[in-house]
Protein backbone atom coordinates (compact mmCIF):
# COMPACT_ATOMS: atom_id res chain seq x y z
CA UNK A 1 0.00 0.00 0.00
CA UNK A 2 1.70 3.04 -0.98
CA UNK A 3 0.71 6.93 -0.49
CA UNK A 4 -1.73 8.81 -2.23
CA UNK A 5 0.43 10.63 -4.45
CA UNK A 6 1.20 6.76 -6.03
CA UNK A 7 -2.45 6.52 -6.93
CA UNK A 8 -4.09 7.88 -9.20
CA UNK A 9 -6.39 9.90 -7.23
CA UNK A 10 -5.87 12.89 -9.07
CA UNK A 11 -7.03 11.57 -12.64
CA UNK A 12 -10.10 9.79 -10.70
CA UNK A 13 -11.17 13.46 -9.18
CA UNK A 14 -10.97 15.24 -12.37
CA UNK A 15 -13.11 12.60 -14.37
CA UNK A 16 -15.36 12.97 -11.89
CA UNK A 17 -15.63 16.39 -11.85
CA UNK A 18 -15.48 16.78 -15.79
CA UNK A 19 -18.32 14.79 -17.40
CA UNK A 20 -17.37 13.78 -21.07
CA UNK A 21 -18.29 16.01 -23.75
CA UNK A 22 -19.13 13.99 -26.99
CA UNK A 23 -19.09 15.76 -30.59
CA UNK A 24 -19.61 14.71 -34.15
CA UNK A 25 -18.15 15.09 -36.93
CA UNK A 26 -14.06 15.20 -38.52
CA UNK A 27 -11.98 14.33 -35.50
CA UNK A 28 -9.73 17.91 -34.52
CA UNK A 29 -6.08 17.63 -33.18
CA UNK A 30 -5.33 18.15 -29.41
CA UNK A 31 -4.77 21.64 -28.23
CA UNK A 32 -1.37 20.38 -26.31
CA UNK A 33 0.23 17.29 -26.02
CA UNK A 34 2.68 16.56 -23.02
CA UNK A 35 5.52 13.86 -22.51
CA UNK A 36 7.59 13.32 -19.42
CA UNK A 37 5.99 14.05 -15.89
CA UNK A 38 2.12 14.00 -15.68
CA UNK A 39 1.03 17.74 -15.15
CA UNK A 40 -2.56 18.59 -14.50
CA UNK A 41 -4.49 21.63 -16.39
CA UNK A 42 -5.81 23.92 -13.89
CA UNK A 43 -7.84 26.16 -16.18
CA UNK A 44 -7.76 27.26 -20.07
CA UNK A 45 -8.94 30.44 -20.96
CA UNK A 46 -8.82 33.78 -22.98
CA UNK A 47 -6.44 36.14 -21.65
CA UNK A 48 -8.12 39.08 -20.22
CA UNK A 49 -6.42 41.12 -22.91
CA UNK A 50 -5.73 41.10 -26.34
CA UNK A 51 -6.17 37.94 -28.81
CA UNK A 52 -3.68 35.25 -26.73
CA UNK A 53 -4.50 32.55 -24.20
CA UNK A 54 -3.86 31.80 -20.54
CA UNK A 55 -2.99 27.90 -19.61
CA UNK A 56 -2.53 27.11 -16.03
CA UNK A 57 -0.60 23.68 -15.51
CA UNK A 58 0.54 21.63 -12.12
CA UNK A 59 2.26 18.92 -10.71
CA UNK A 60 -0.06 17.27 -8.71
CA UNK A 61 2.09 14.02 -7.61
CA UNK A 62 5.25 15.67 -5.39
CA UNK A 63 7.84 14.99 -8.29
CA UNK A 64 10.42 16.63 -9.97
CA UNK A 65 10.88 16.90 -13.33
CA UNK A 66 10.45 17.84 -17.00
CA UNK A 67 7.25 17.94 -19.28
CA UNK A 68 7.32 17.99 -23.21
CA UNK A 69 4.70 20.51 -24.70
CA UNK A 70 3.64 19.98 -28.21
CA UNK A 71 1.14 22.44 -29.76
CA UNK A 72 -1.22 21.02 -32.31
CA UNK A 73 -1.88 24.53 -33.73
CA UNK A 74 0.76 26.84 -35.06
CA UNK A 75 2.02 28.95 -31.99
CA UNK A 76 3.66 32.49 -32.34
CA UNK A 77 4.89 32.73 -28.80
CA UNK A 78 4.65 31.79 -25.16
CA UNK A 79 5.64 33.01 -22.02
CA UNK A 80 5.45 32.56 -18.19
CA UNK A 81 2.86 34.99 -16.67
CA UNK A 82 1.80 35.41 -12.82
CA UNK A 83 -1.84 35.21 -11.83
CA UNK A 84 -2.92 38.23 -13.11
CA UNK A 85 -1.10 37.82 -16.82
CA UNK A 86 1.74 39.65 -16.46
CA UNK A 87 4.88 38.27 -17.31
CA UNK A 88 7.10 36.74 -14.27
CA UNK A 89 10.24 38.62 -15.96
CA UNK A 90 11.98 40.31 -18.70
CA UNK A 91 12.91 37.00 -19.63
CA UNK A 92 9.90 35.32 -19.78
CA UNK A 93 9.12 34.39 -23.04
CA UNK A 94 10.09 30.38 -23.59
CA UNK A 95 11.99 29.02 -26.72
CA UNK A 96 9.60 27.15 -29.03
CA UNK A 97 11.20 24.67 -31.35
CA UNK A 98 9.17 22.11 -33.76
CA UNK A 99 5.85 24.04 -32.09
CA UNK A 100 6.72 23.04 -28.90
CA UNK A 101 8.68 23.64 -25.36
CA UNK A 102 10.00 22.05 -22.51
CA UNK A 103 9.25 22.83 -18.72
CA UNK A 104 11.23 21.79 -15.73
CA UNK A 105 8.42 21.18 -12.55
CA UNK A 106 8.90 21.00 -9.06
CA UNK A 107 6.94 19.68 -6.58
CA UNK A 108 3.46 21.21 -6.52
CA UNK A 109 4.17 24.09 -8.67
CA UNK A 110 2.08 25.97 -10.68
CA UNK A 111 2.81 27.64 -13.72
CA UNK A 112 0.65 30.16 -16.02
CA UNK A 113 1.62 30.35 -19.27
CA UNK A 114 0.27 33.38 -22.28
CA UNK A 115 -0.21 31.21 -25.38
CA UNK A 116 0.05 33.63 -28.94
CA UNK A 117 -1.37 32.02 -31.64
CA UNK A 118 0.18 31.89 -34.95
Do not use: C
Given at each position: ?????????VQQAFALNS???????????????AEGLPLSIG???RAEDGNSLI????????????????????????????????????????????????????????????????
Amino acid sequence: MGSWTESDVVQQAFALNSPLIVSTGPARPAFIEAEGLPLSIGALKRAEDGNSLILRLYEPHGARGTAALRFGRPIEQVGLVNLLEDPVSESAAIALKSNGTSLDFRPFEVKSLRIVPA
